[in-house]
């Protein structure tokens, strides 16, 4: 018997997201970068790039309470 995997559907169309972490404190927050780029790999290597801005704005999203469903969500520059 061949197993099968179910796996959600993405819509590429609407770009990749890529989740990070933002420490608060001792804390820990959920956040992604909501990004247009069609692969997940673009997406990765622009967070990696500017992470530091990102974080800077998912902290100032943080402290105004901006958060949705327990994730902070940031899109690109």
Not at 28 to 36: D, E, G, H, N, P
Not at 45 to 68: C, N, P, W
Request: aromatic content about 6%; glycine content about 6%; charged content about 25%.
């Amino acid at each position: 018997m061949k197993s099968i995997r179910i796996v959600p559907e993405t819509d590429n169309r609407r770009g990749h997201s890529v989740p990070f972490v933002l420490a608060v404190g001792s804390n820990r927050q959920a956040c992604v970068l909501k990004t247009t780029f069609k692969t997940q790999s673009q997406a990765r290597s622009y967070l990696q790039k500017h992470r530091t801005v990102l974080e800077v704005m998912a902290r100032s999203r943080f402290e105004r309470g901006e958060i949705d469903e327990g994730i902070v969500q940031v899109r690109m520059l």
